[in-house]
């Protein structure tokens, strides 16, 4: 099983909106990481965990919050976002702090903030 | 700061040619290195991928080169067949910080 699941696949959220995006893997890895990605742009790395502690930070705005309840989940609290936030969020997650190993990613949520 | 970098924004070639996608980094903490195909509203899929310690990495129609003194791999597709149309993008990776390239569109032409 190398499936990395995320709900839900598309979200429409108004600017004053709070929700939520899942991210959900049984492969027993330990690092698990968020991406954004607009159109035609490279994935933009934003948070990083690692045996459920942040780790990495990419001085992402406050308006996203990440969580991770445990080693099986990751979830980025949304807030007052901004259209310009719109784009396709994709968390990934590799099997722990070390270097010699690929991140298998979800199938990603598409984010429109209207 | 683009710490990983594919200089060419799209690549054709005929079916049963070879497909040759470059990446530089700048970083020379990178020590892993992998490739995924991406198709437009989905998630990248993992590919091949390349340990700092080899310089060549092949698995059936895909072999990475690495040449770490010029920070630069390749990834080359041989023969290539139009079901490899798709981005593809190169990452690199050090503890768990992965950063990725900004894409090549690959078209193969039957």
């Known amino acids: 099983d190398t499936e990395v699941t995320q709900t839900p696949k598309h979200l429409v959220m108004g600017m004053t909106n709070k929700k939520s995006l899942k991210c959900e893997q049984h492969m027993g890895h330990r690092a698990m990481y968020w991406y954004k990605q607009k159109a035609k742009k490279p994935p933009e790395l934003m948070f990083v965990y690692s045996y459920e502690k942040l780790s990495i930070n990419e001085s992402v705005p406050s308006r996203f919050s990440p969580e991770c309840p445990n080693s099986s989940l990751l979830n980025l609290h949304l807030h007052a976002l901004q259209p310009e936030d719109s784009a396709l969020y994709l968390c990934?997650?590799?099997?722990?702090?070390?270097?010699?190993?690929?991140?298998?990613f979800g199938q990603g949520t598409r984010l429109t903030v209207v | 700061d683009q710490q990983v970098k594919q200089n060419s924004p799209s690549l054709s070639v005929q079916e049963g040619r070879i497909s040759i996608l470059n990446c530089d980094y700048t970083?020379?903490?990178?020590?892993?290195f992998l490739w995924y195909k991406k198709y437009p509203a989905e998630g990248p899929t993992f590919l091949i991928s390349i340990s700092s310690i080899k310089d060549k990495n092949e698995d059936g129609r895909f072999t990475v080169f690495l040449n770490k003194s010029a920070k630069h791999l390749s990834l080359h597709i041989v023969p290539s067949q139009p079901g490899d149309s798709a981005v593809y993008f190169c990452a690199a990776k050090t503890n768990n910080d992965m950063r990725f390239g900004a894409g090549t569109r690959l078209t193969v032409k039957p």
């Open positions: 990934a997650s590799s099997l722990e702090t070390g270097t010699n190993t690929e991140a298998f």
């Open positions: 970083n020379s903490m990178f020590d892993y």
